[in-house]
């Protein structure tokens, strides 16, 4: 079966860095997205990551390891818009078909 | 920014009724997809499509159907709505490059059936 686990929450001051783990055991594997949710509104995408490394865009950076089935989204600076929630999503398939892990809320407090 | 739009944005209806959820896209993108989420869950898949003609079932089981008649355009229809219906339905499009196309979403219609 697919199982994508995140954290259920993390909170985190103003201007400090998160870190949102991700780790995932599916049946295949074509890539790894990241979104942003604030609530009550559509996913918005941040970044996505098919080889092993690092990809920094800004504020936001994801890494993967496909030998390990692990990925971290890491917000730097955080500002209190980033309050929302964090969802990792594995593609599957050739076709782009996409597992989504159940979200990891973030708080920023002032 | 993603042009995919969702219509109605809020229903309430009562038990029995048949509705109709609108998303049209103005991408050309091929790939068509439906989530369900409740508040505070993750996203579950109910329906998609690849193309004109094609539609699948999701990894969550539905009472819901789709067609795909034209590119830009995928409705989901509840022929009979129930309480348990009750959900936010997110509509998403992505290219056709593949397994690293980004889903880009409508803003969701958000369902109450009485």
């Known amino acids: 079966g697919q199982n994508i686990d995140q954290p259920t929450e993390m909170t985190a001051t103003e201007g400090a860095i998160v870190q949102i783990n991700c780790t995932y055991q599916t049946s295949g594997f074509n890539g790894l997205f990241w979104y942003q949710q604030h609530a009550g509104e559509a996913p918005t995408f941040l970044s996505y990551?098919?080889?092993?490394g690092l990809e920094e865009k800004g504020r936001f950076s994801s890494f993967l390891s496909r030998s390990k089935g692990y990925s971290y989204l890491l917000l730097k600076e955080l500002q209190m818009k980033d309050s929302a929630s964090y969802l990792c999503?594995?593609?599957?398939?050739?076709?782009?078909?996409?597992?989504f892990g159940a979200g990891t809320q973030v708080v920023v407090t002032p | 920014e993603a042009d995919i739009y969702q219509t109605p944005r809020y229903l309430v209806i009562g038990t029995g009724k048949k509705i109709t959820l609108e998303c049209s896209q103005t991408m050309g993108h091929d790939k068509m997809y439906w989530y369900q989420q409740d508040p505070g869950m993750e996203l579950h898949l109910i329906h998609y499509?690849?193309?004109?003609?094609?539609?699948e079932k999701g990894d969550l089981s539905s009472e819901s159907t789709v067609s795909r008649i034209r590119t830009e355009h995928f409705p989901l229809t509840l022929e009979s709505a129930r309480p348990s219906h009750t959900s936010q339905y997110l509509c998403?499009?992505?290219?056709?490059?593949?397994?690293?196309?980004?889903?880009?979403f409508g803003p969701g219609t958000r369902l109450l059936v009485l």
């Open positions: 499509s690849y193309g004109v003609n094609s539609t």
């Open positions: 998403a499009s992505s290219g056709t490059q593949g397994a690293g196309e980004t889903q880009y």
């Open positions: 999503a594995v593609t599957t398939d050739s076709w782009g078909k996409f597992q």
């Open positions: 990551n098919v080889l092993d």
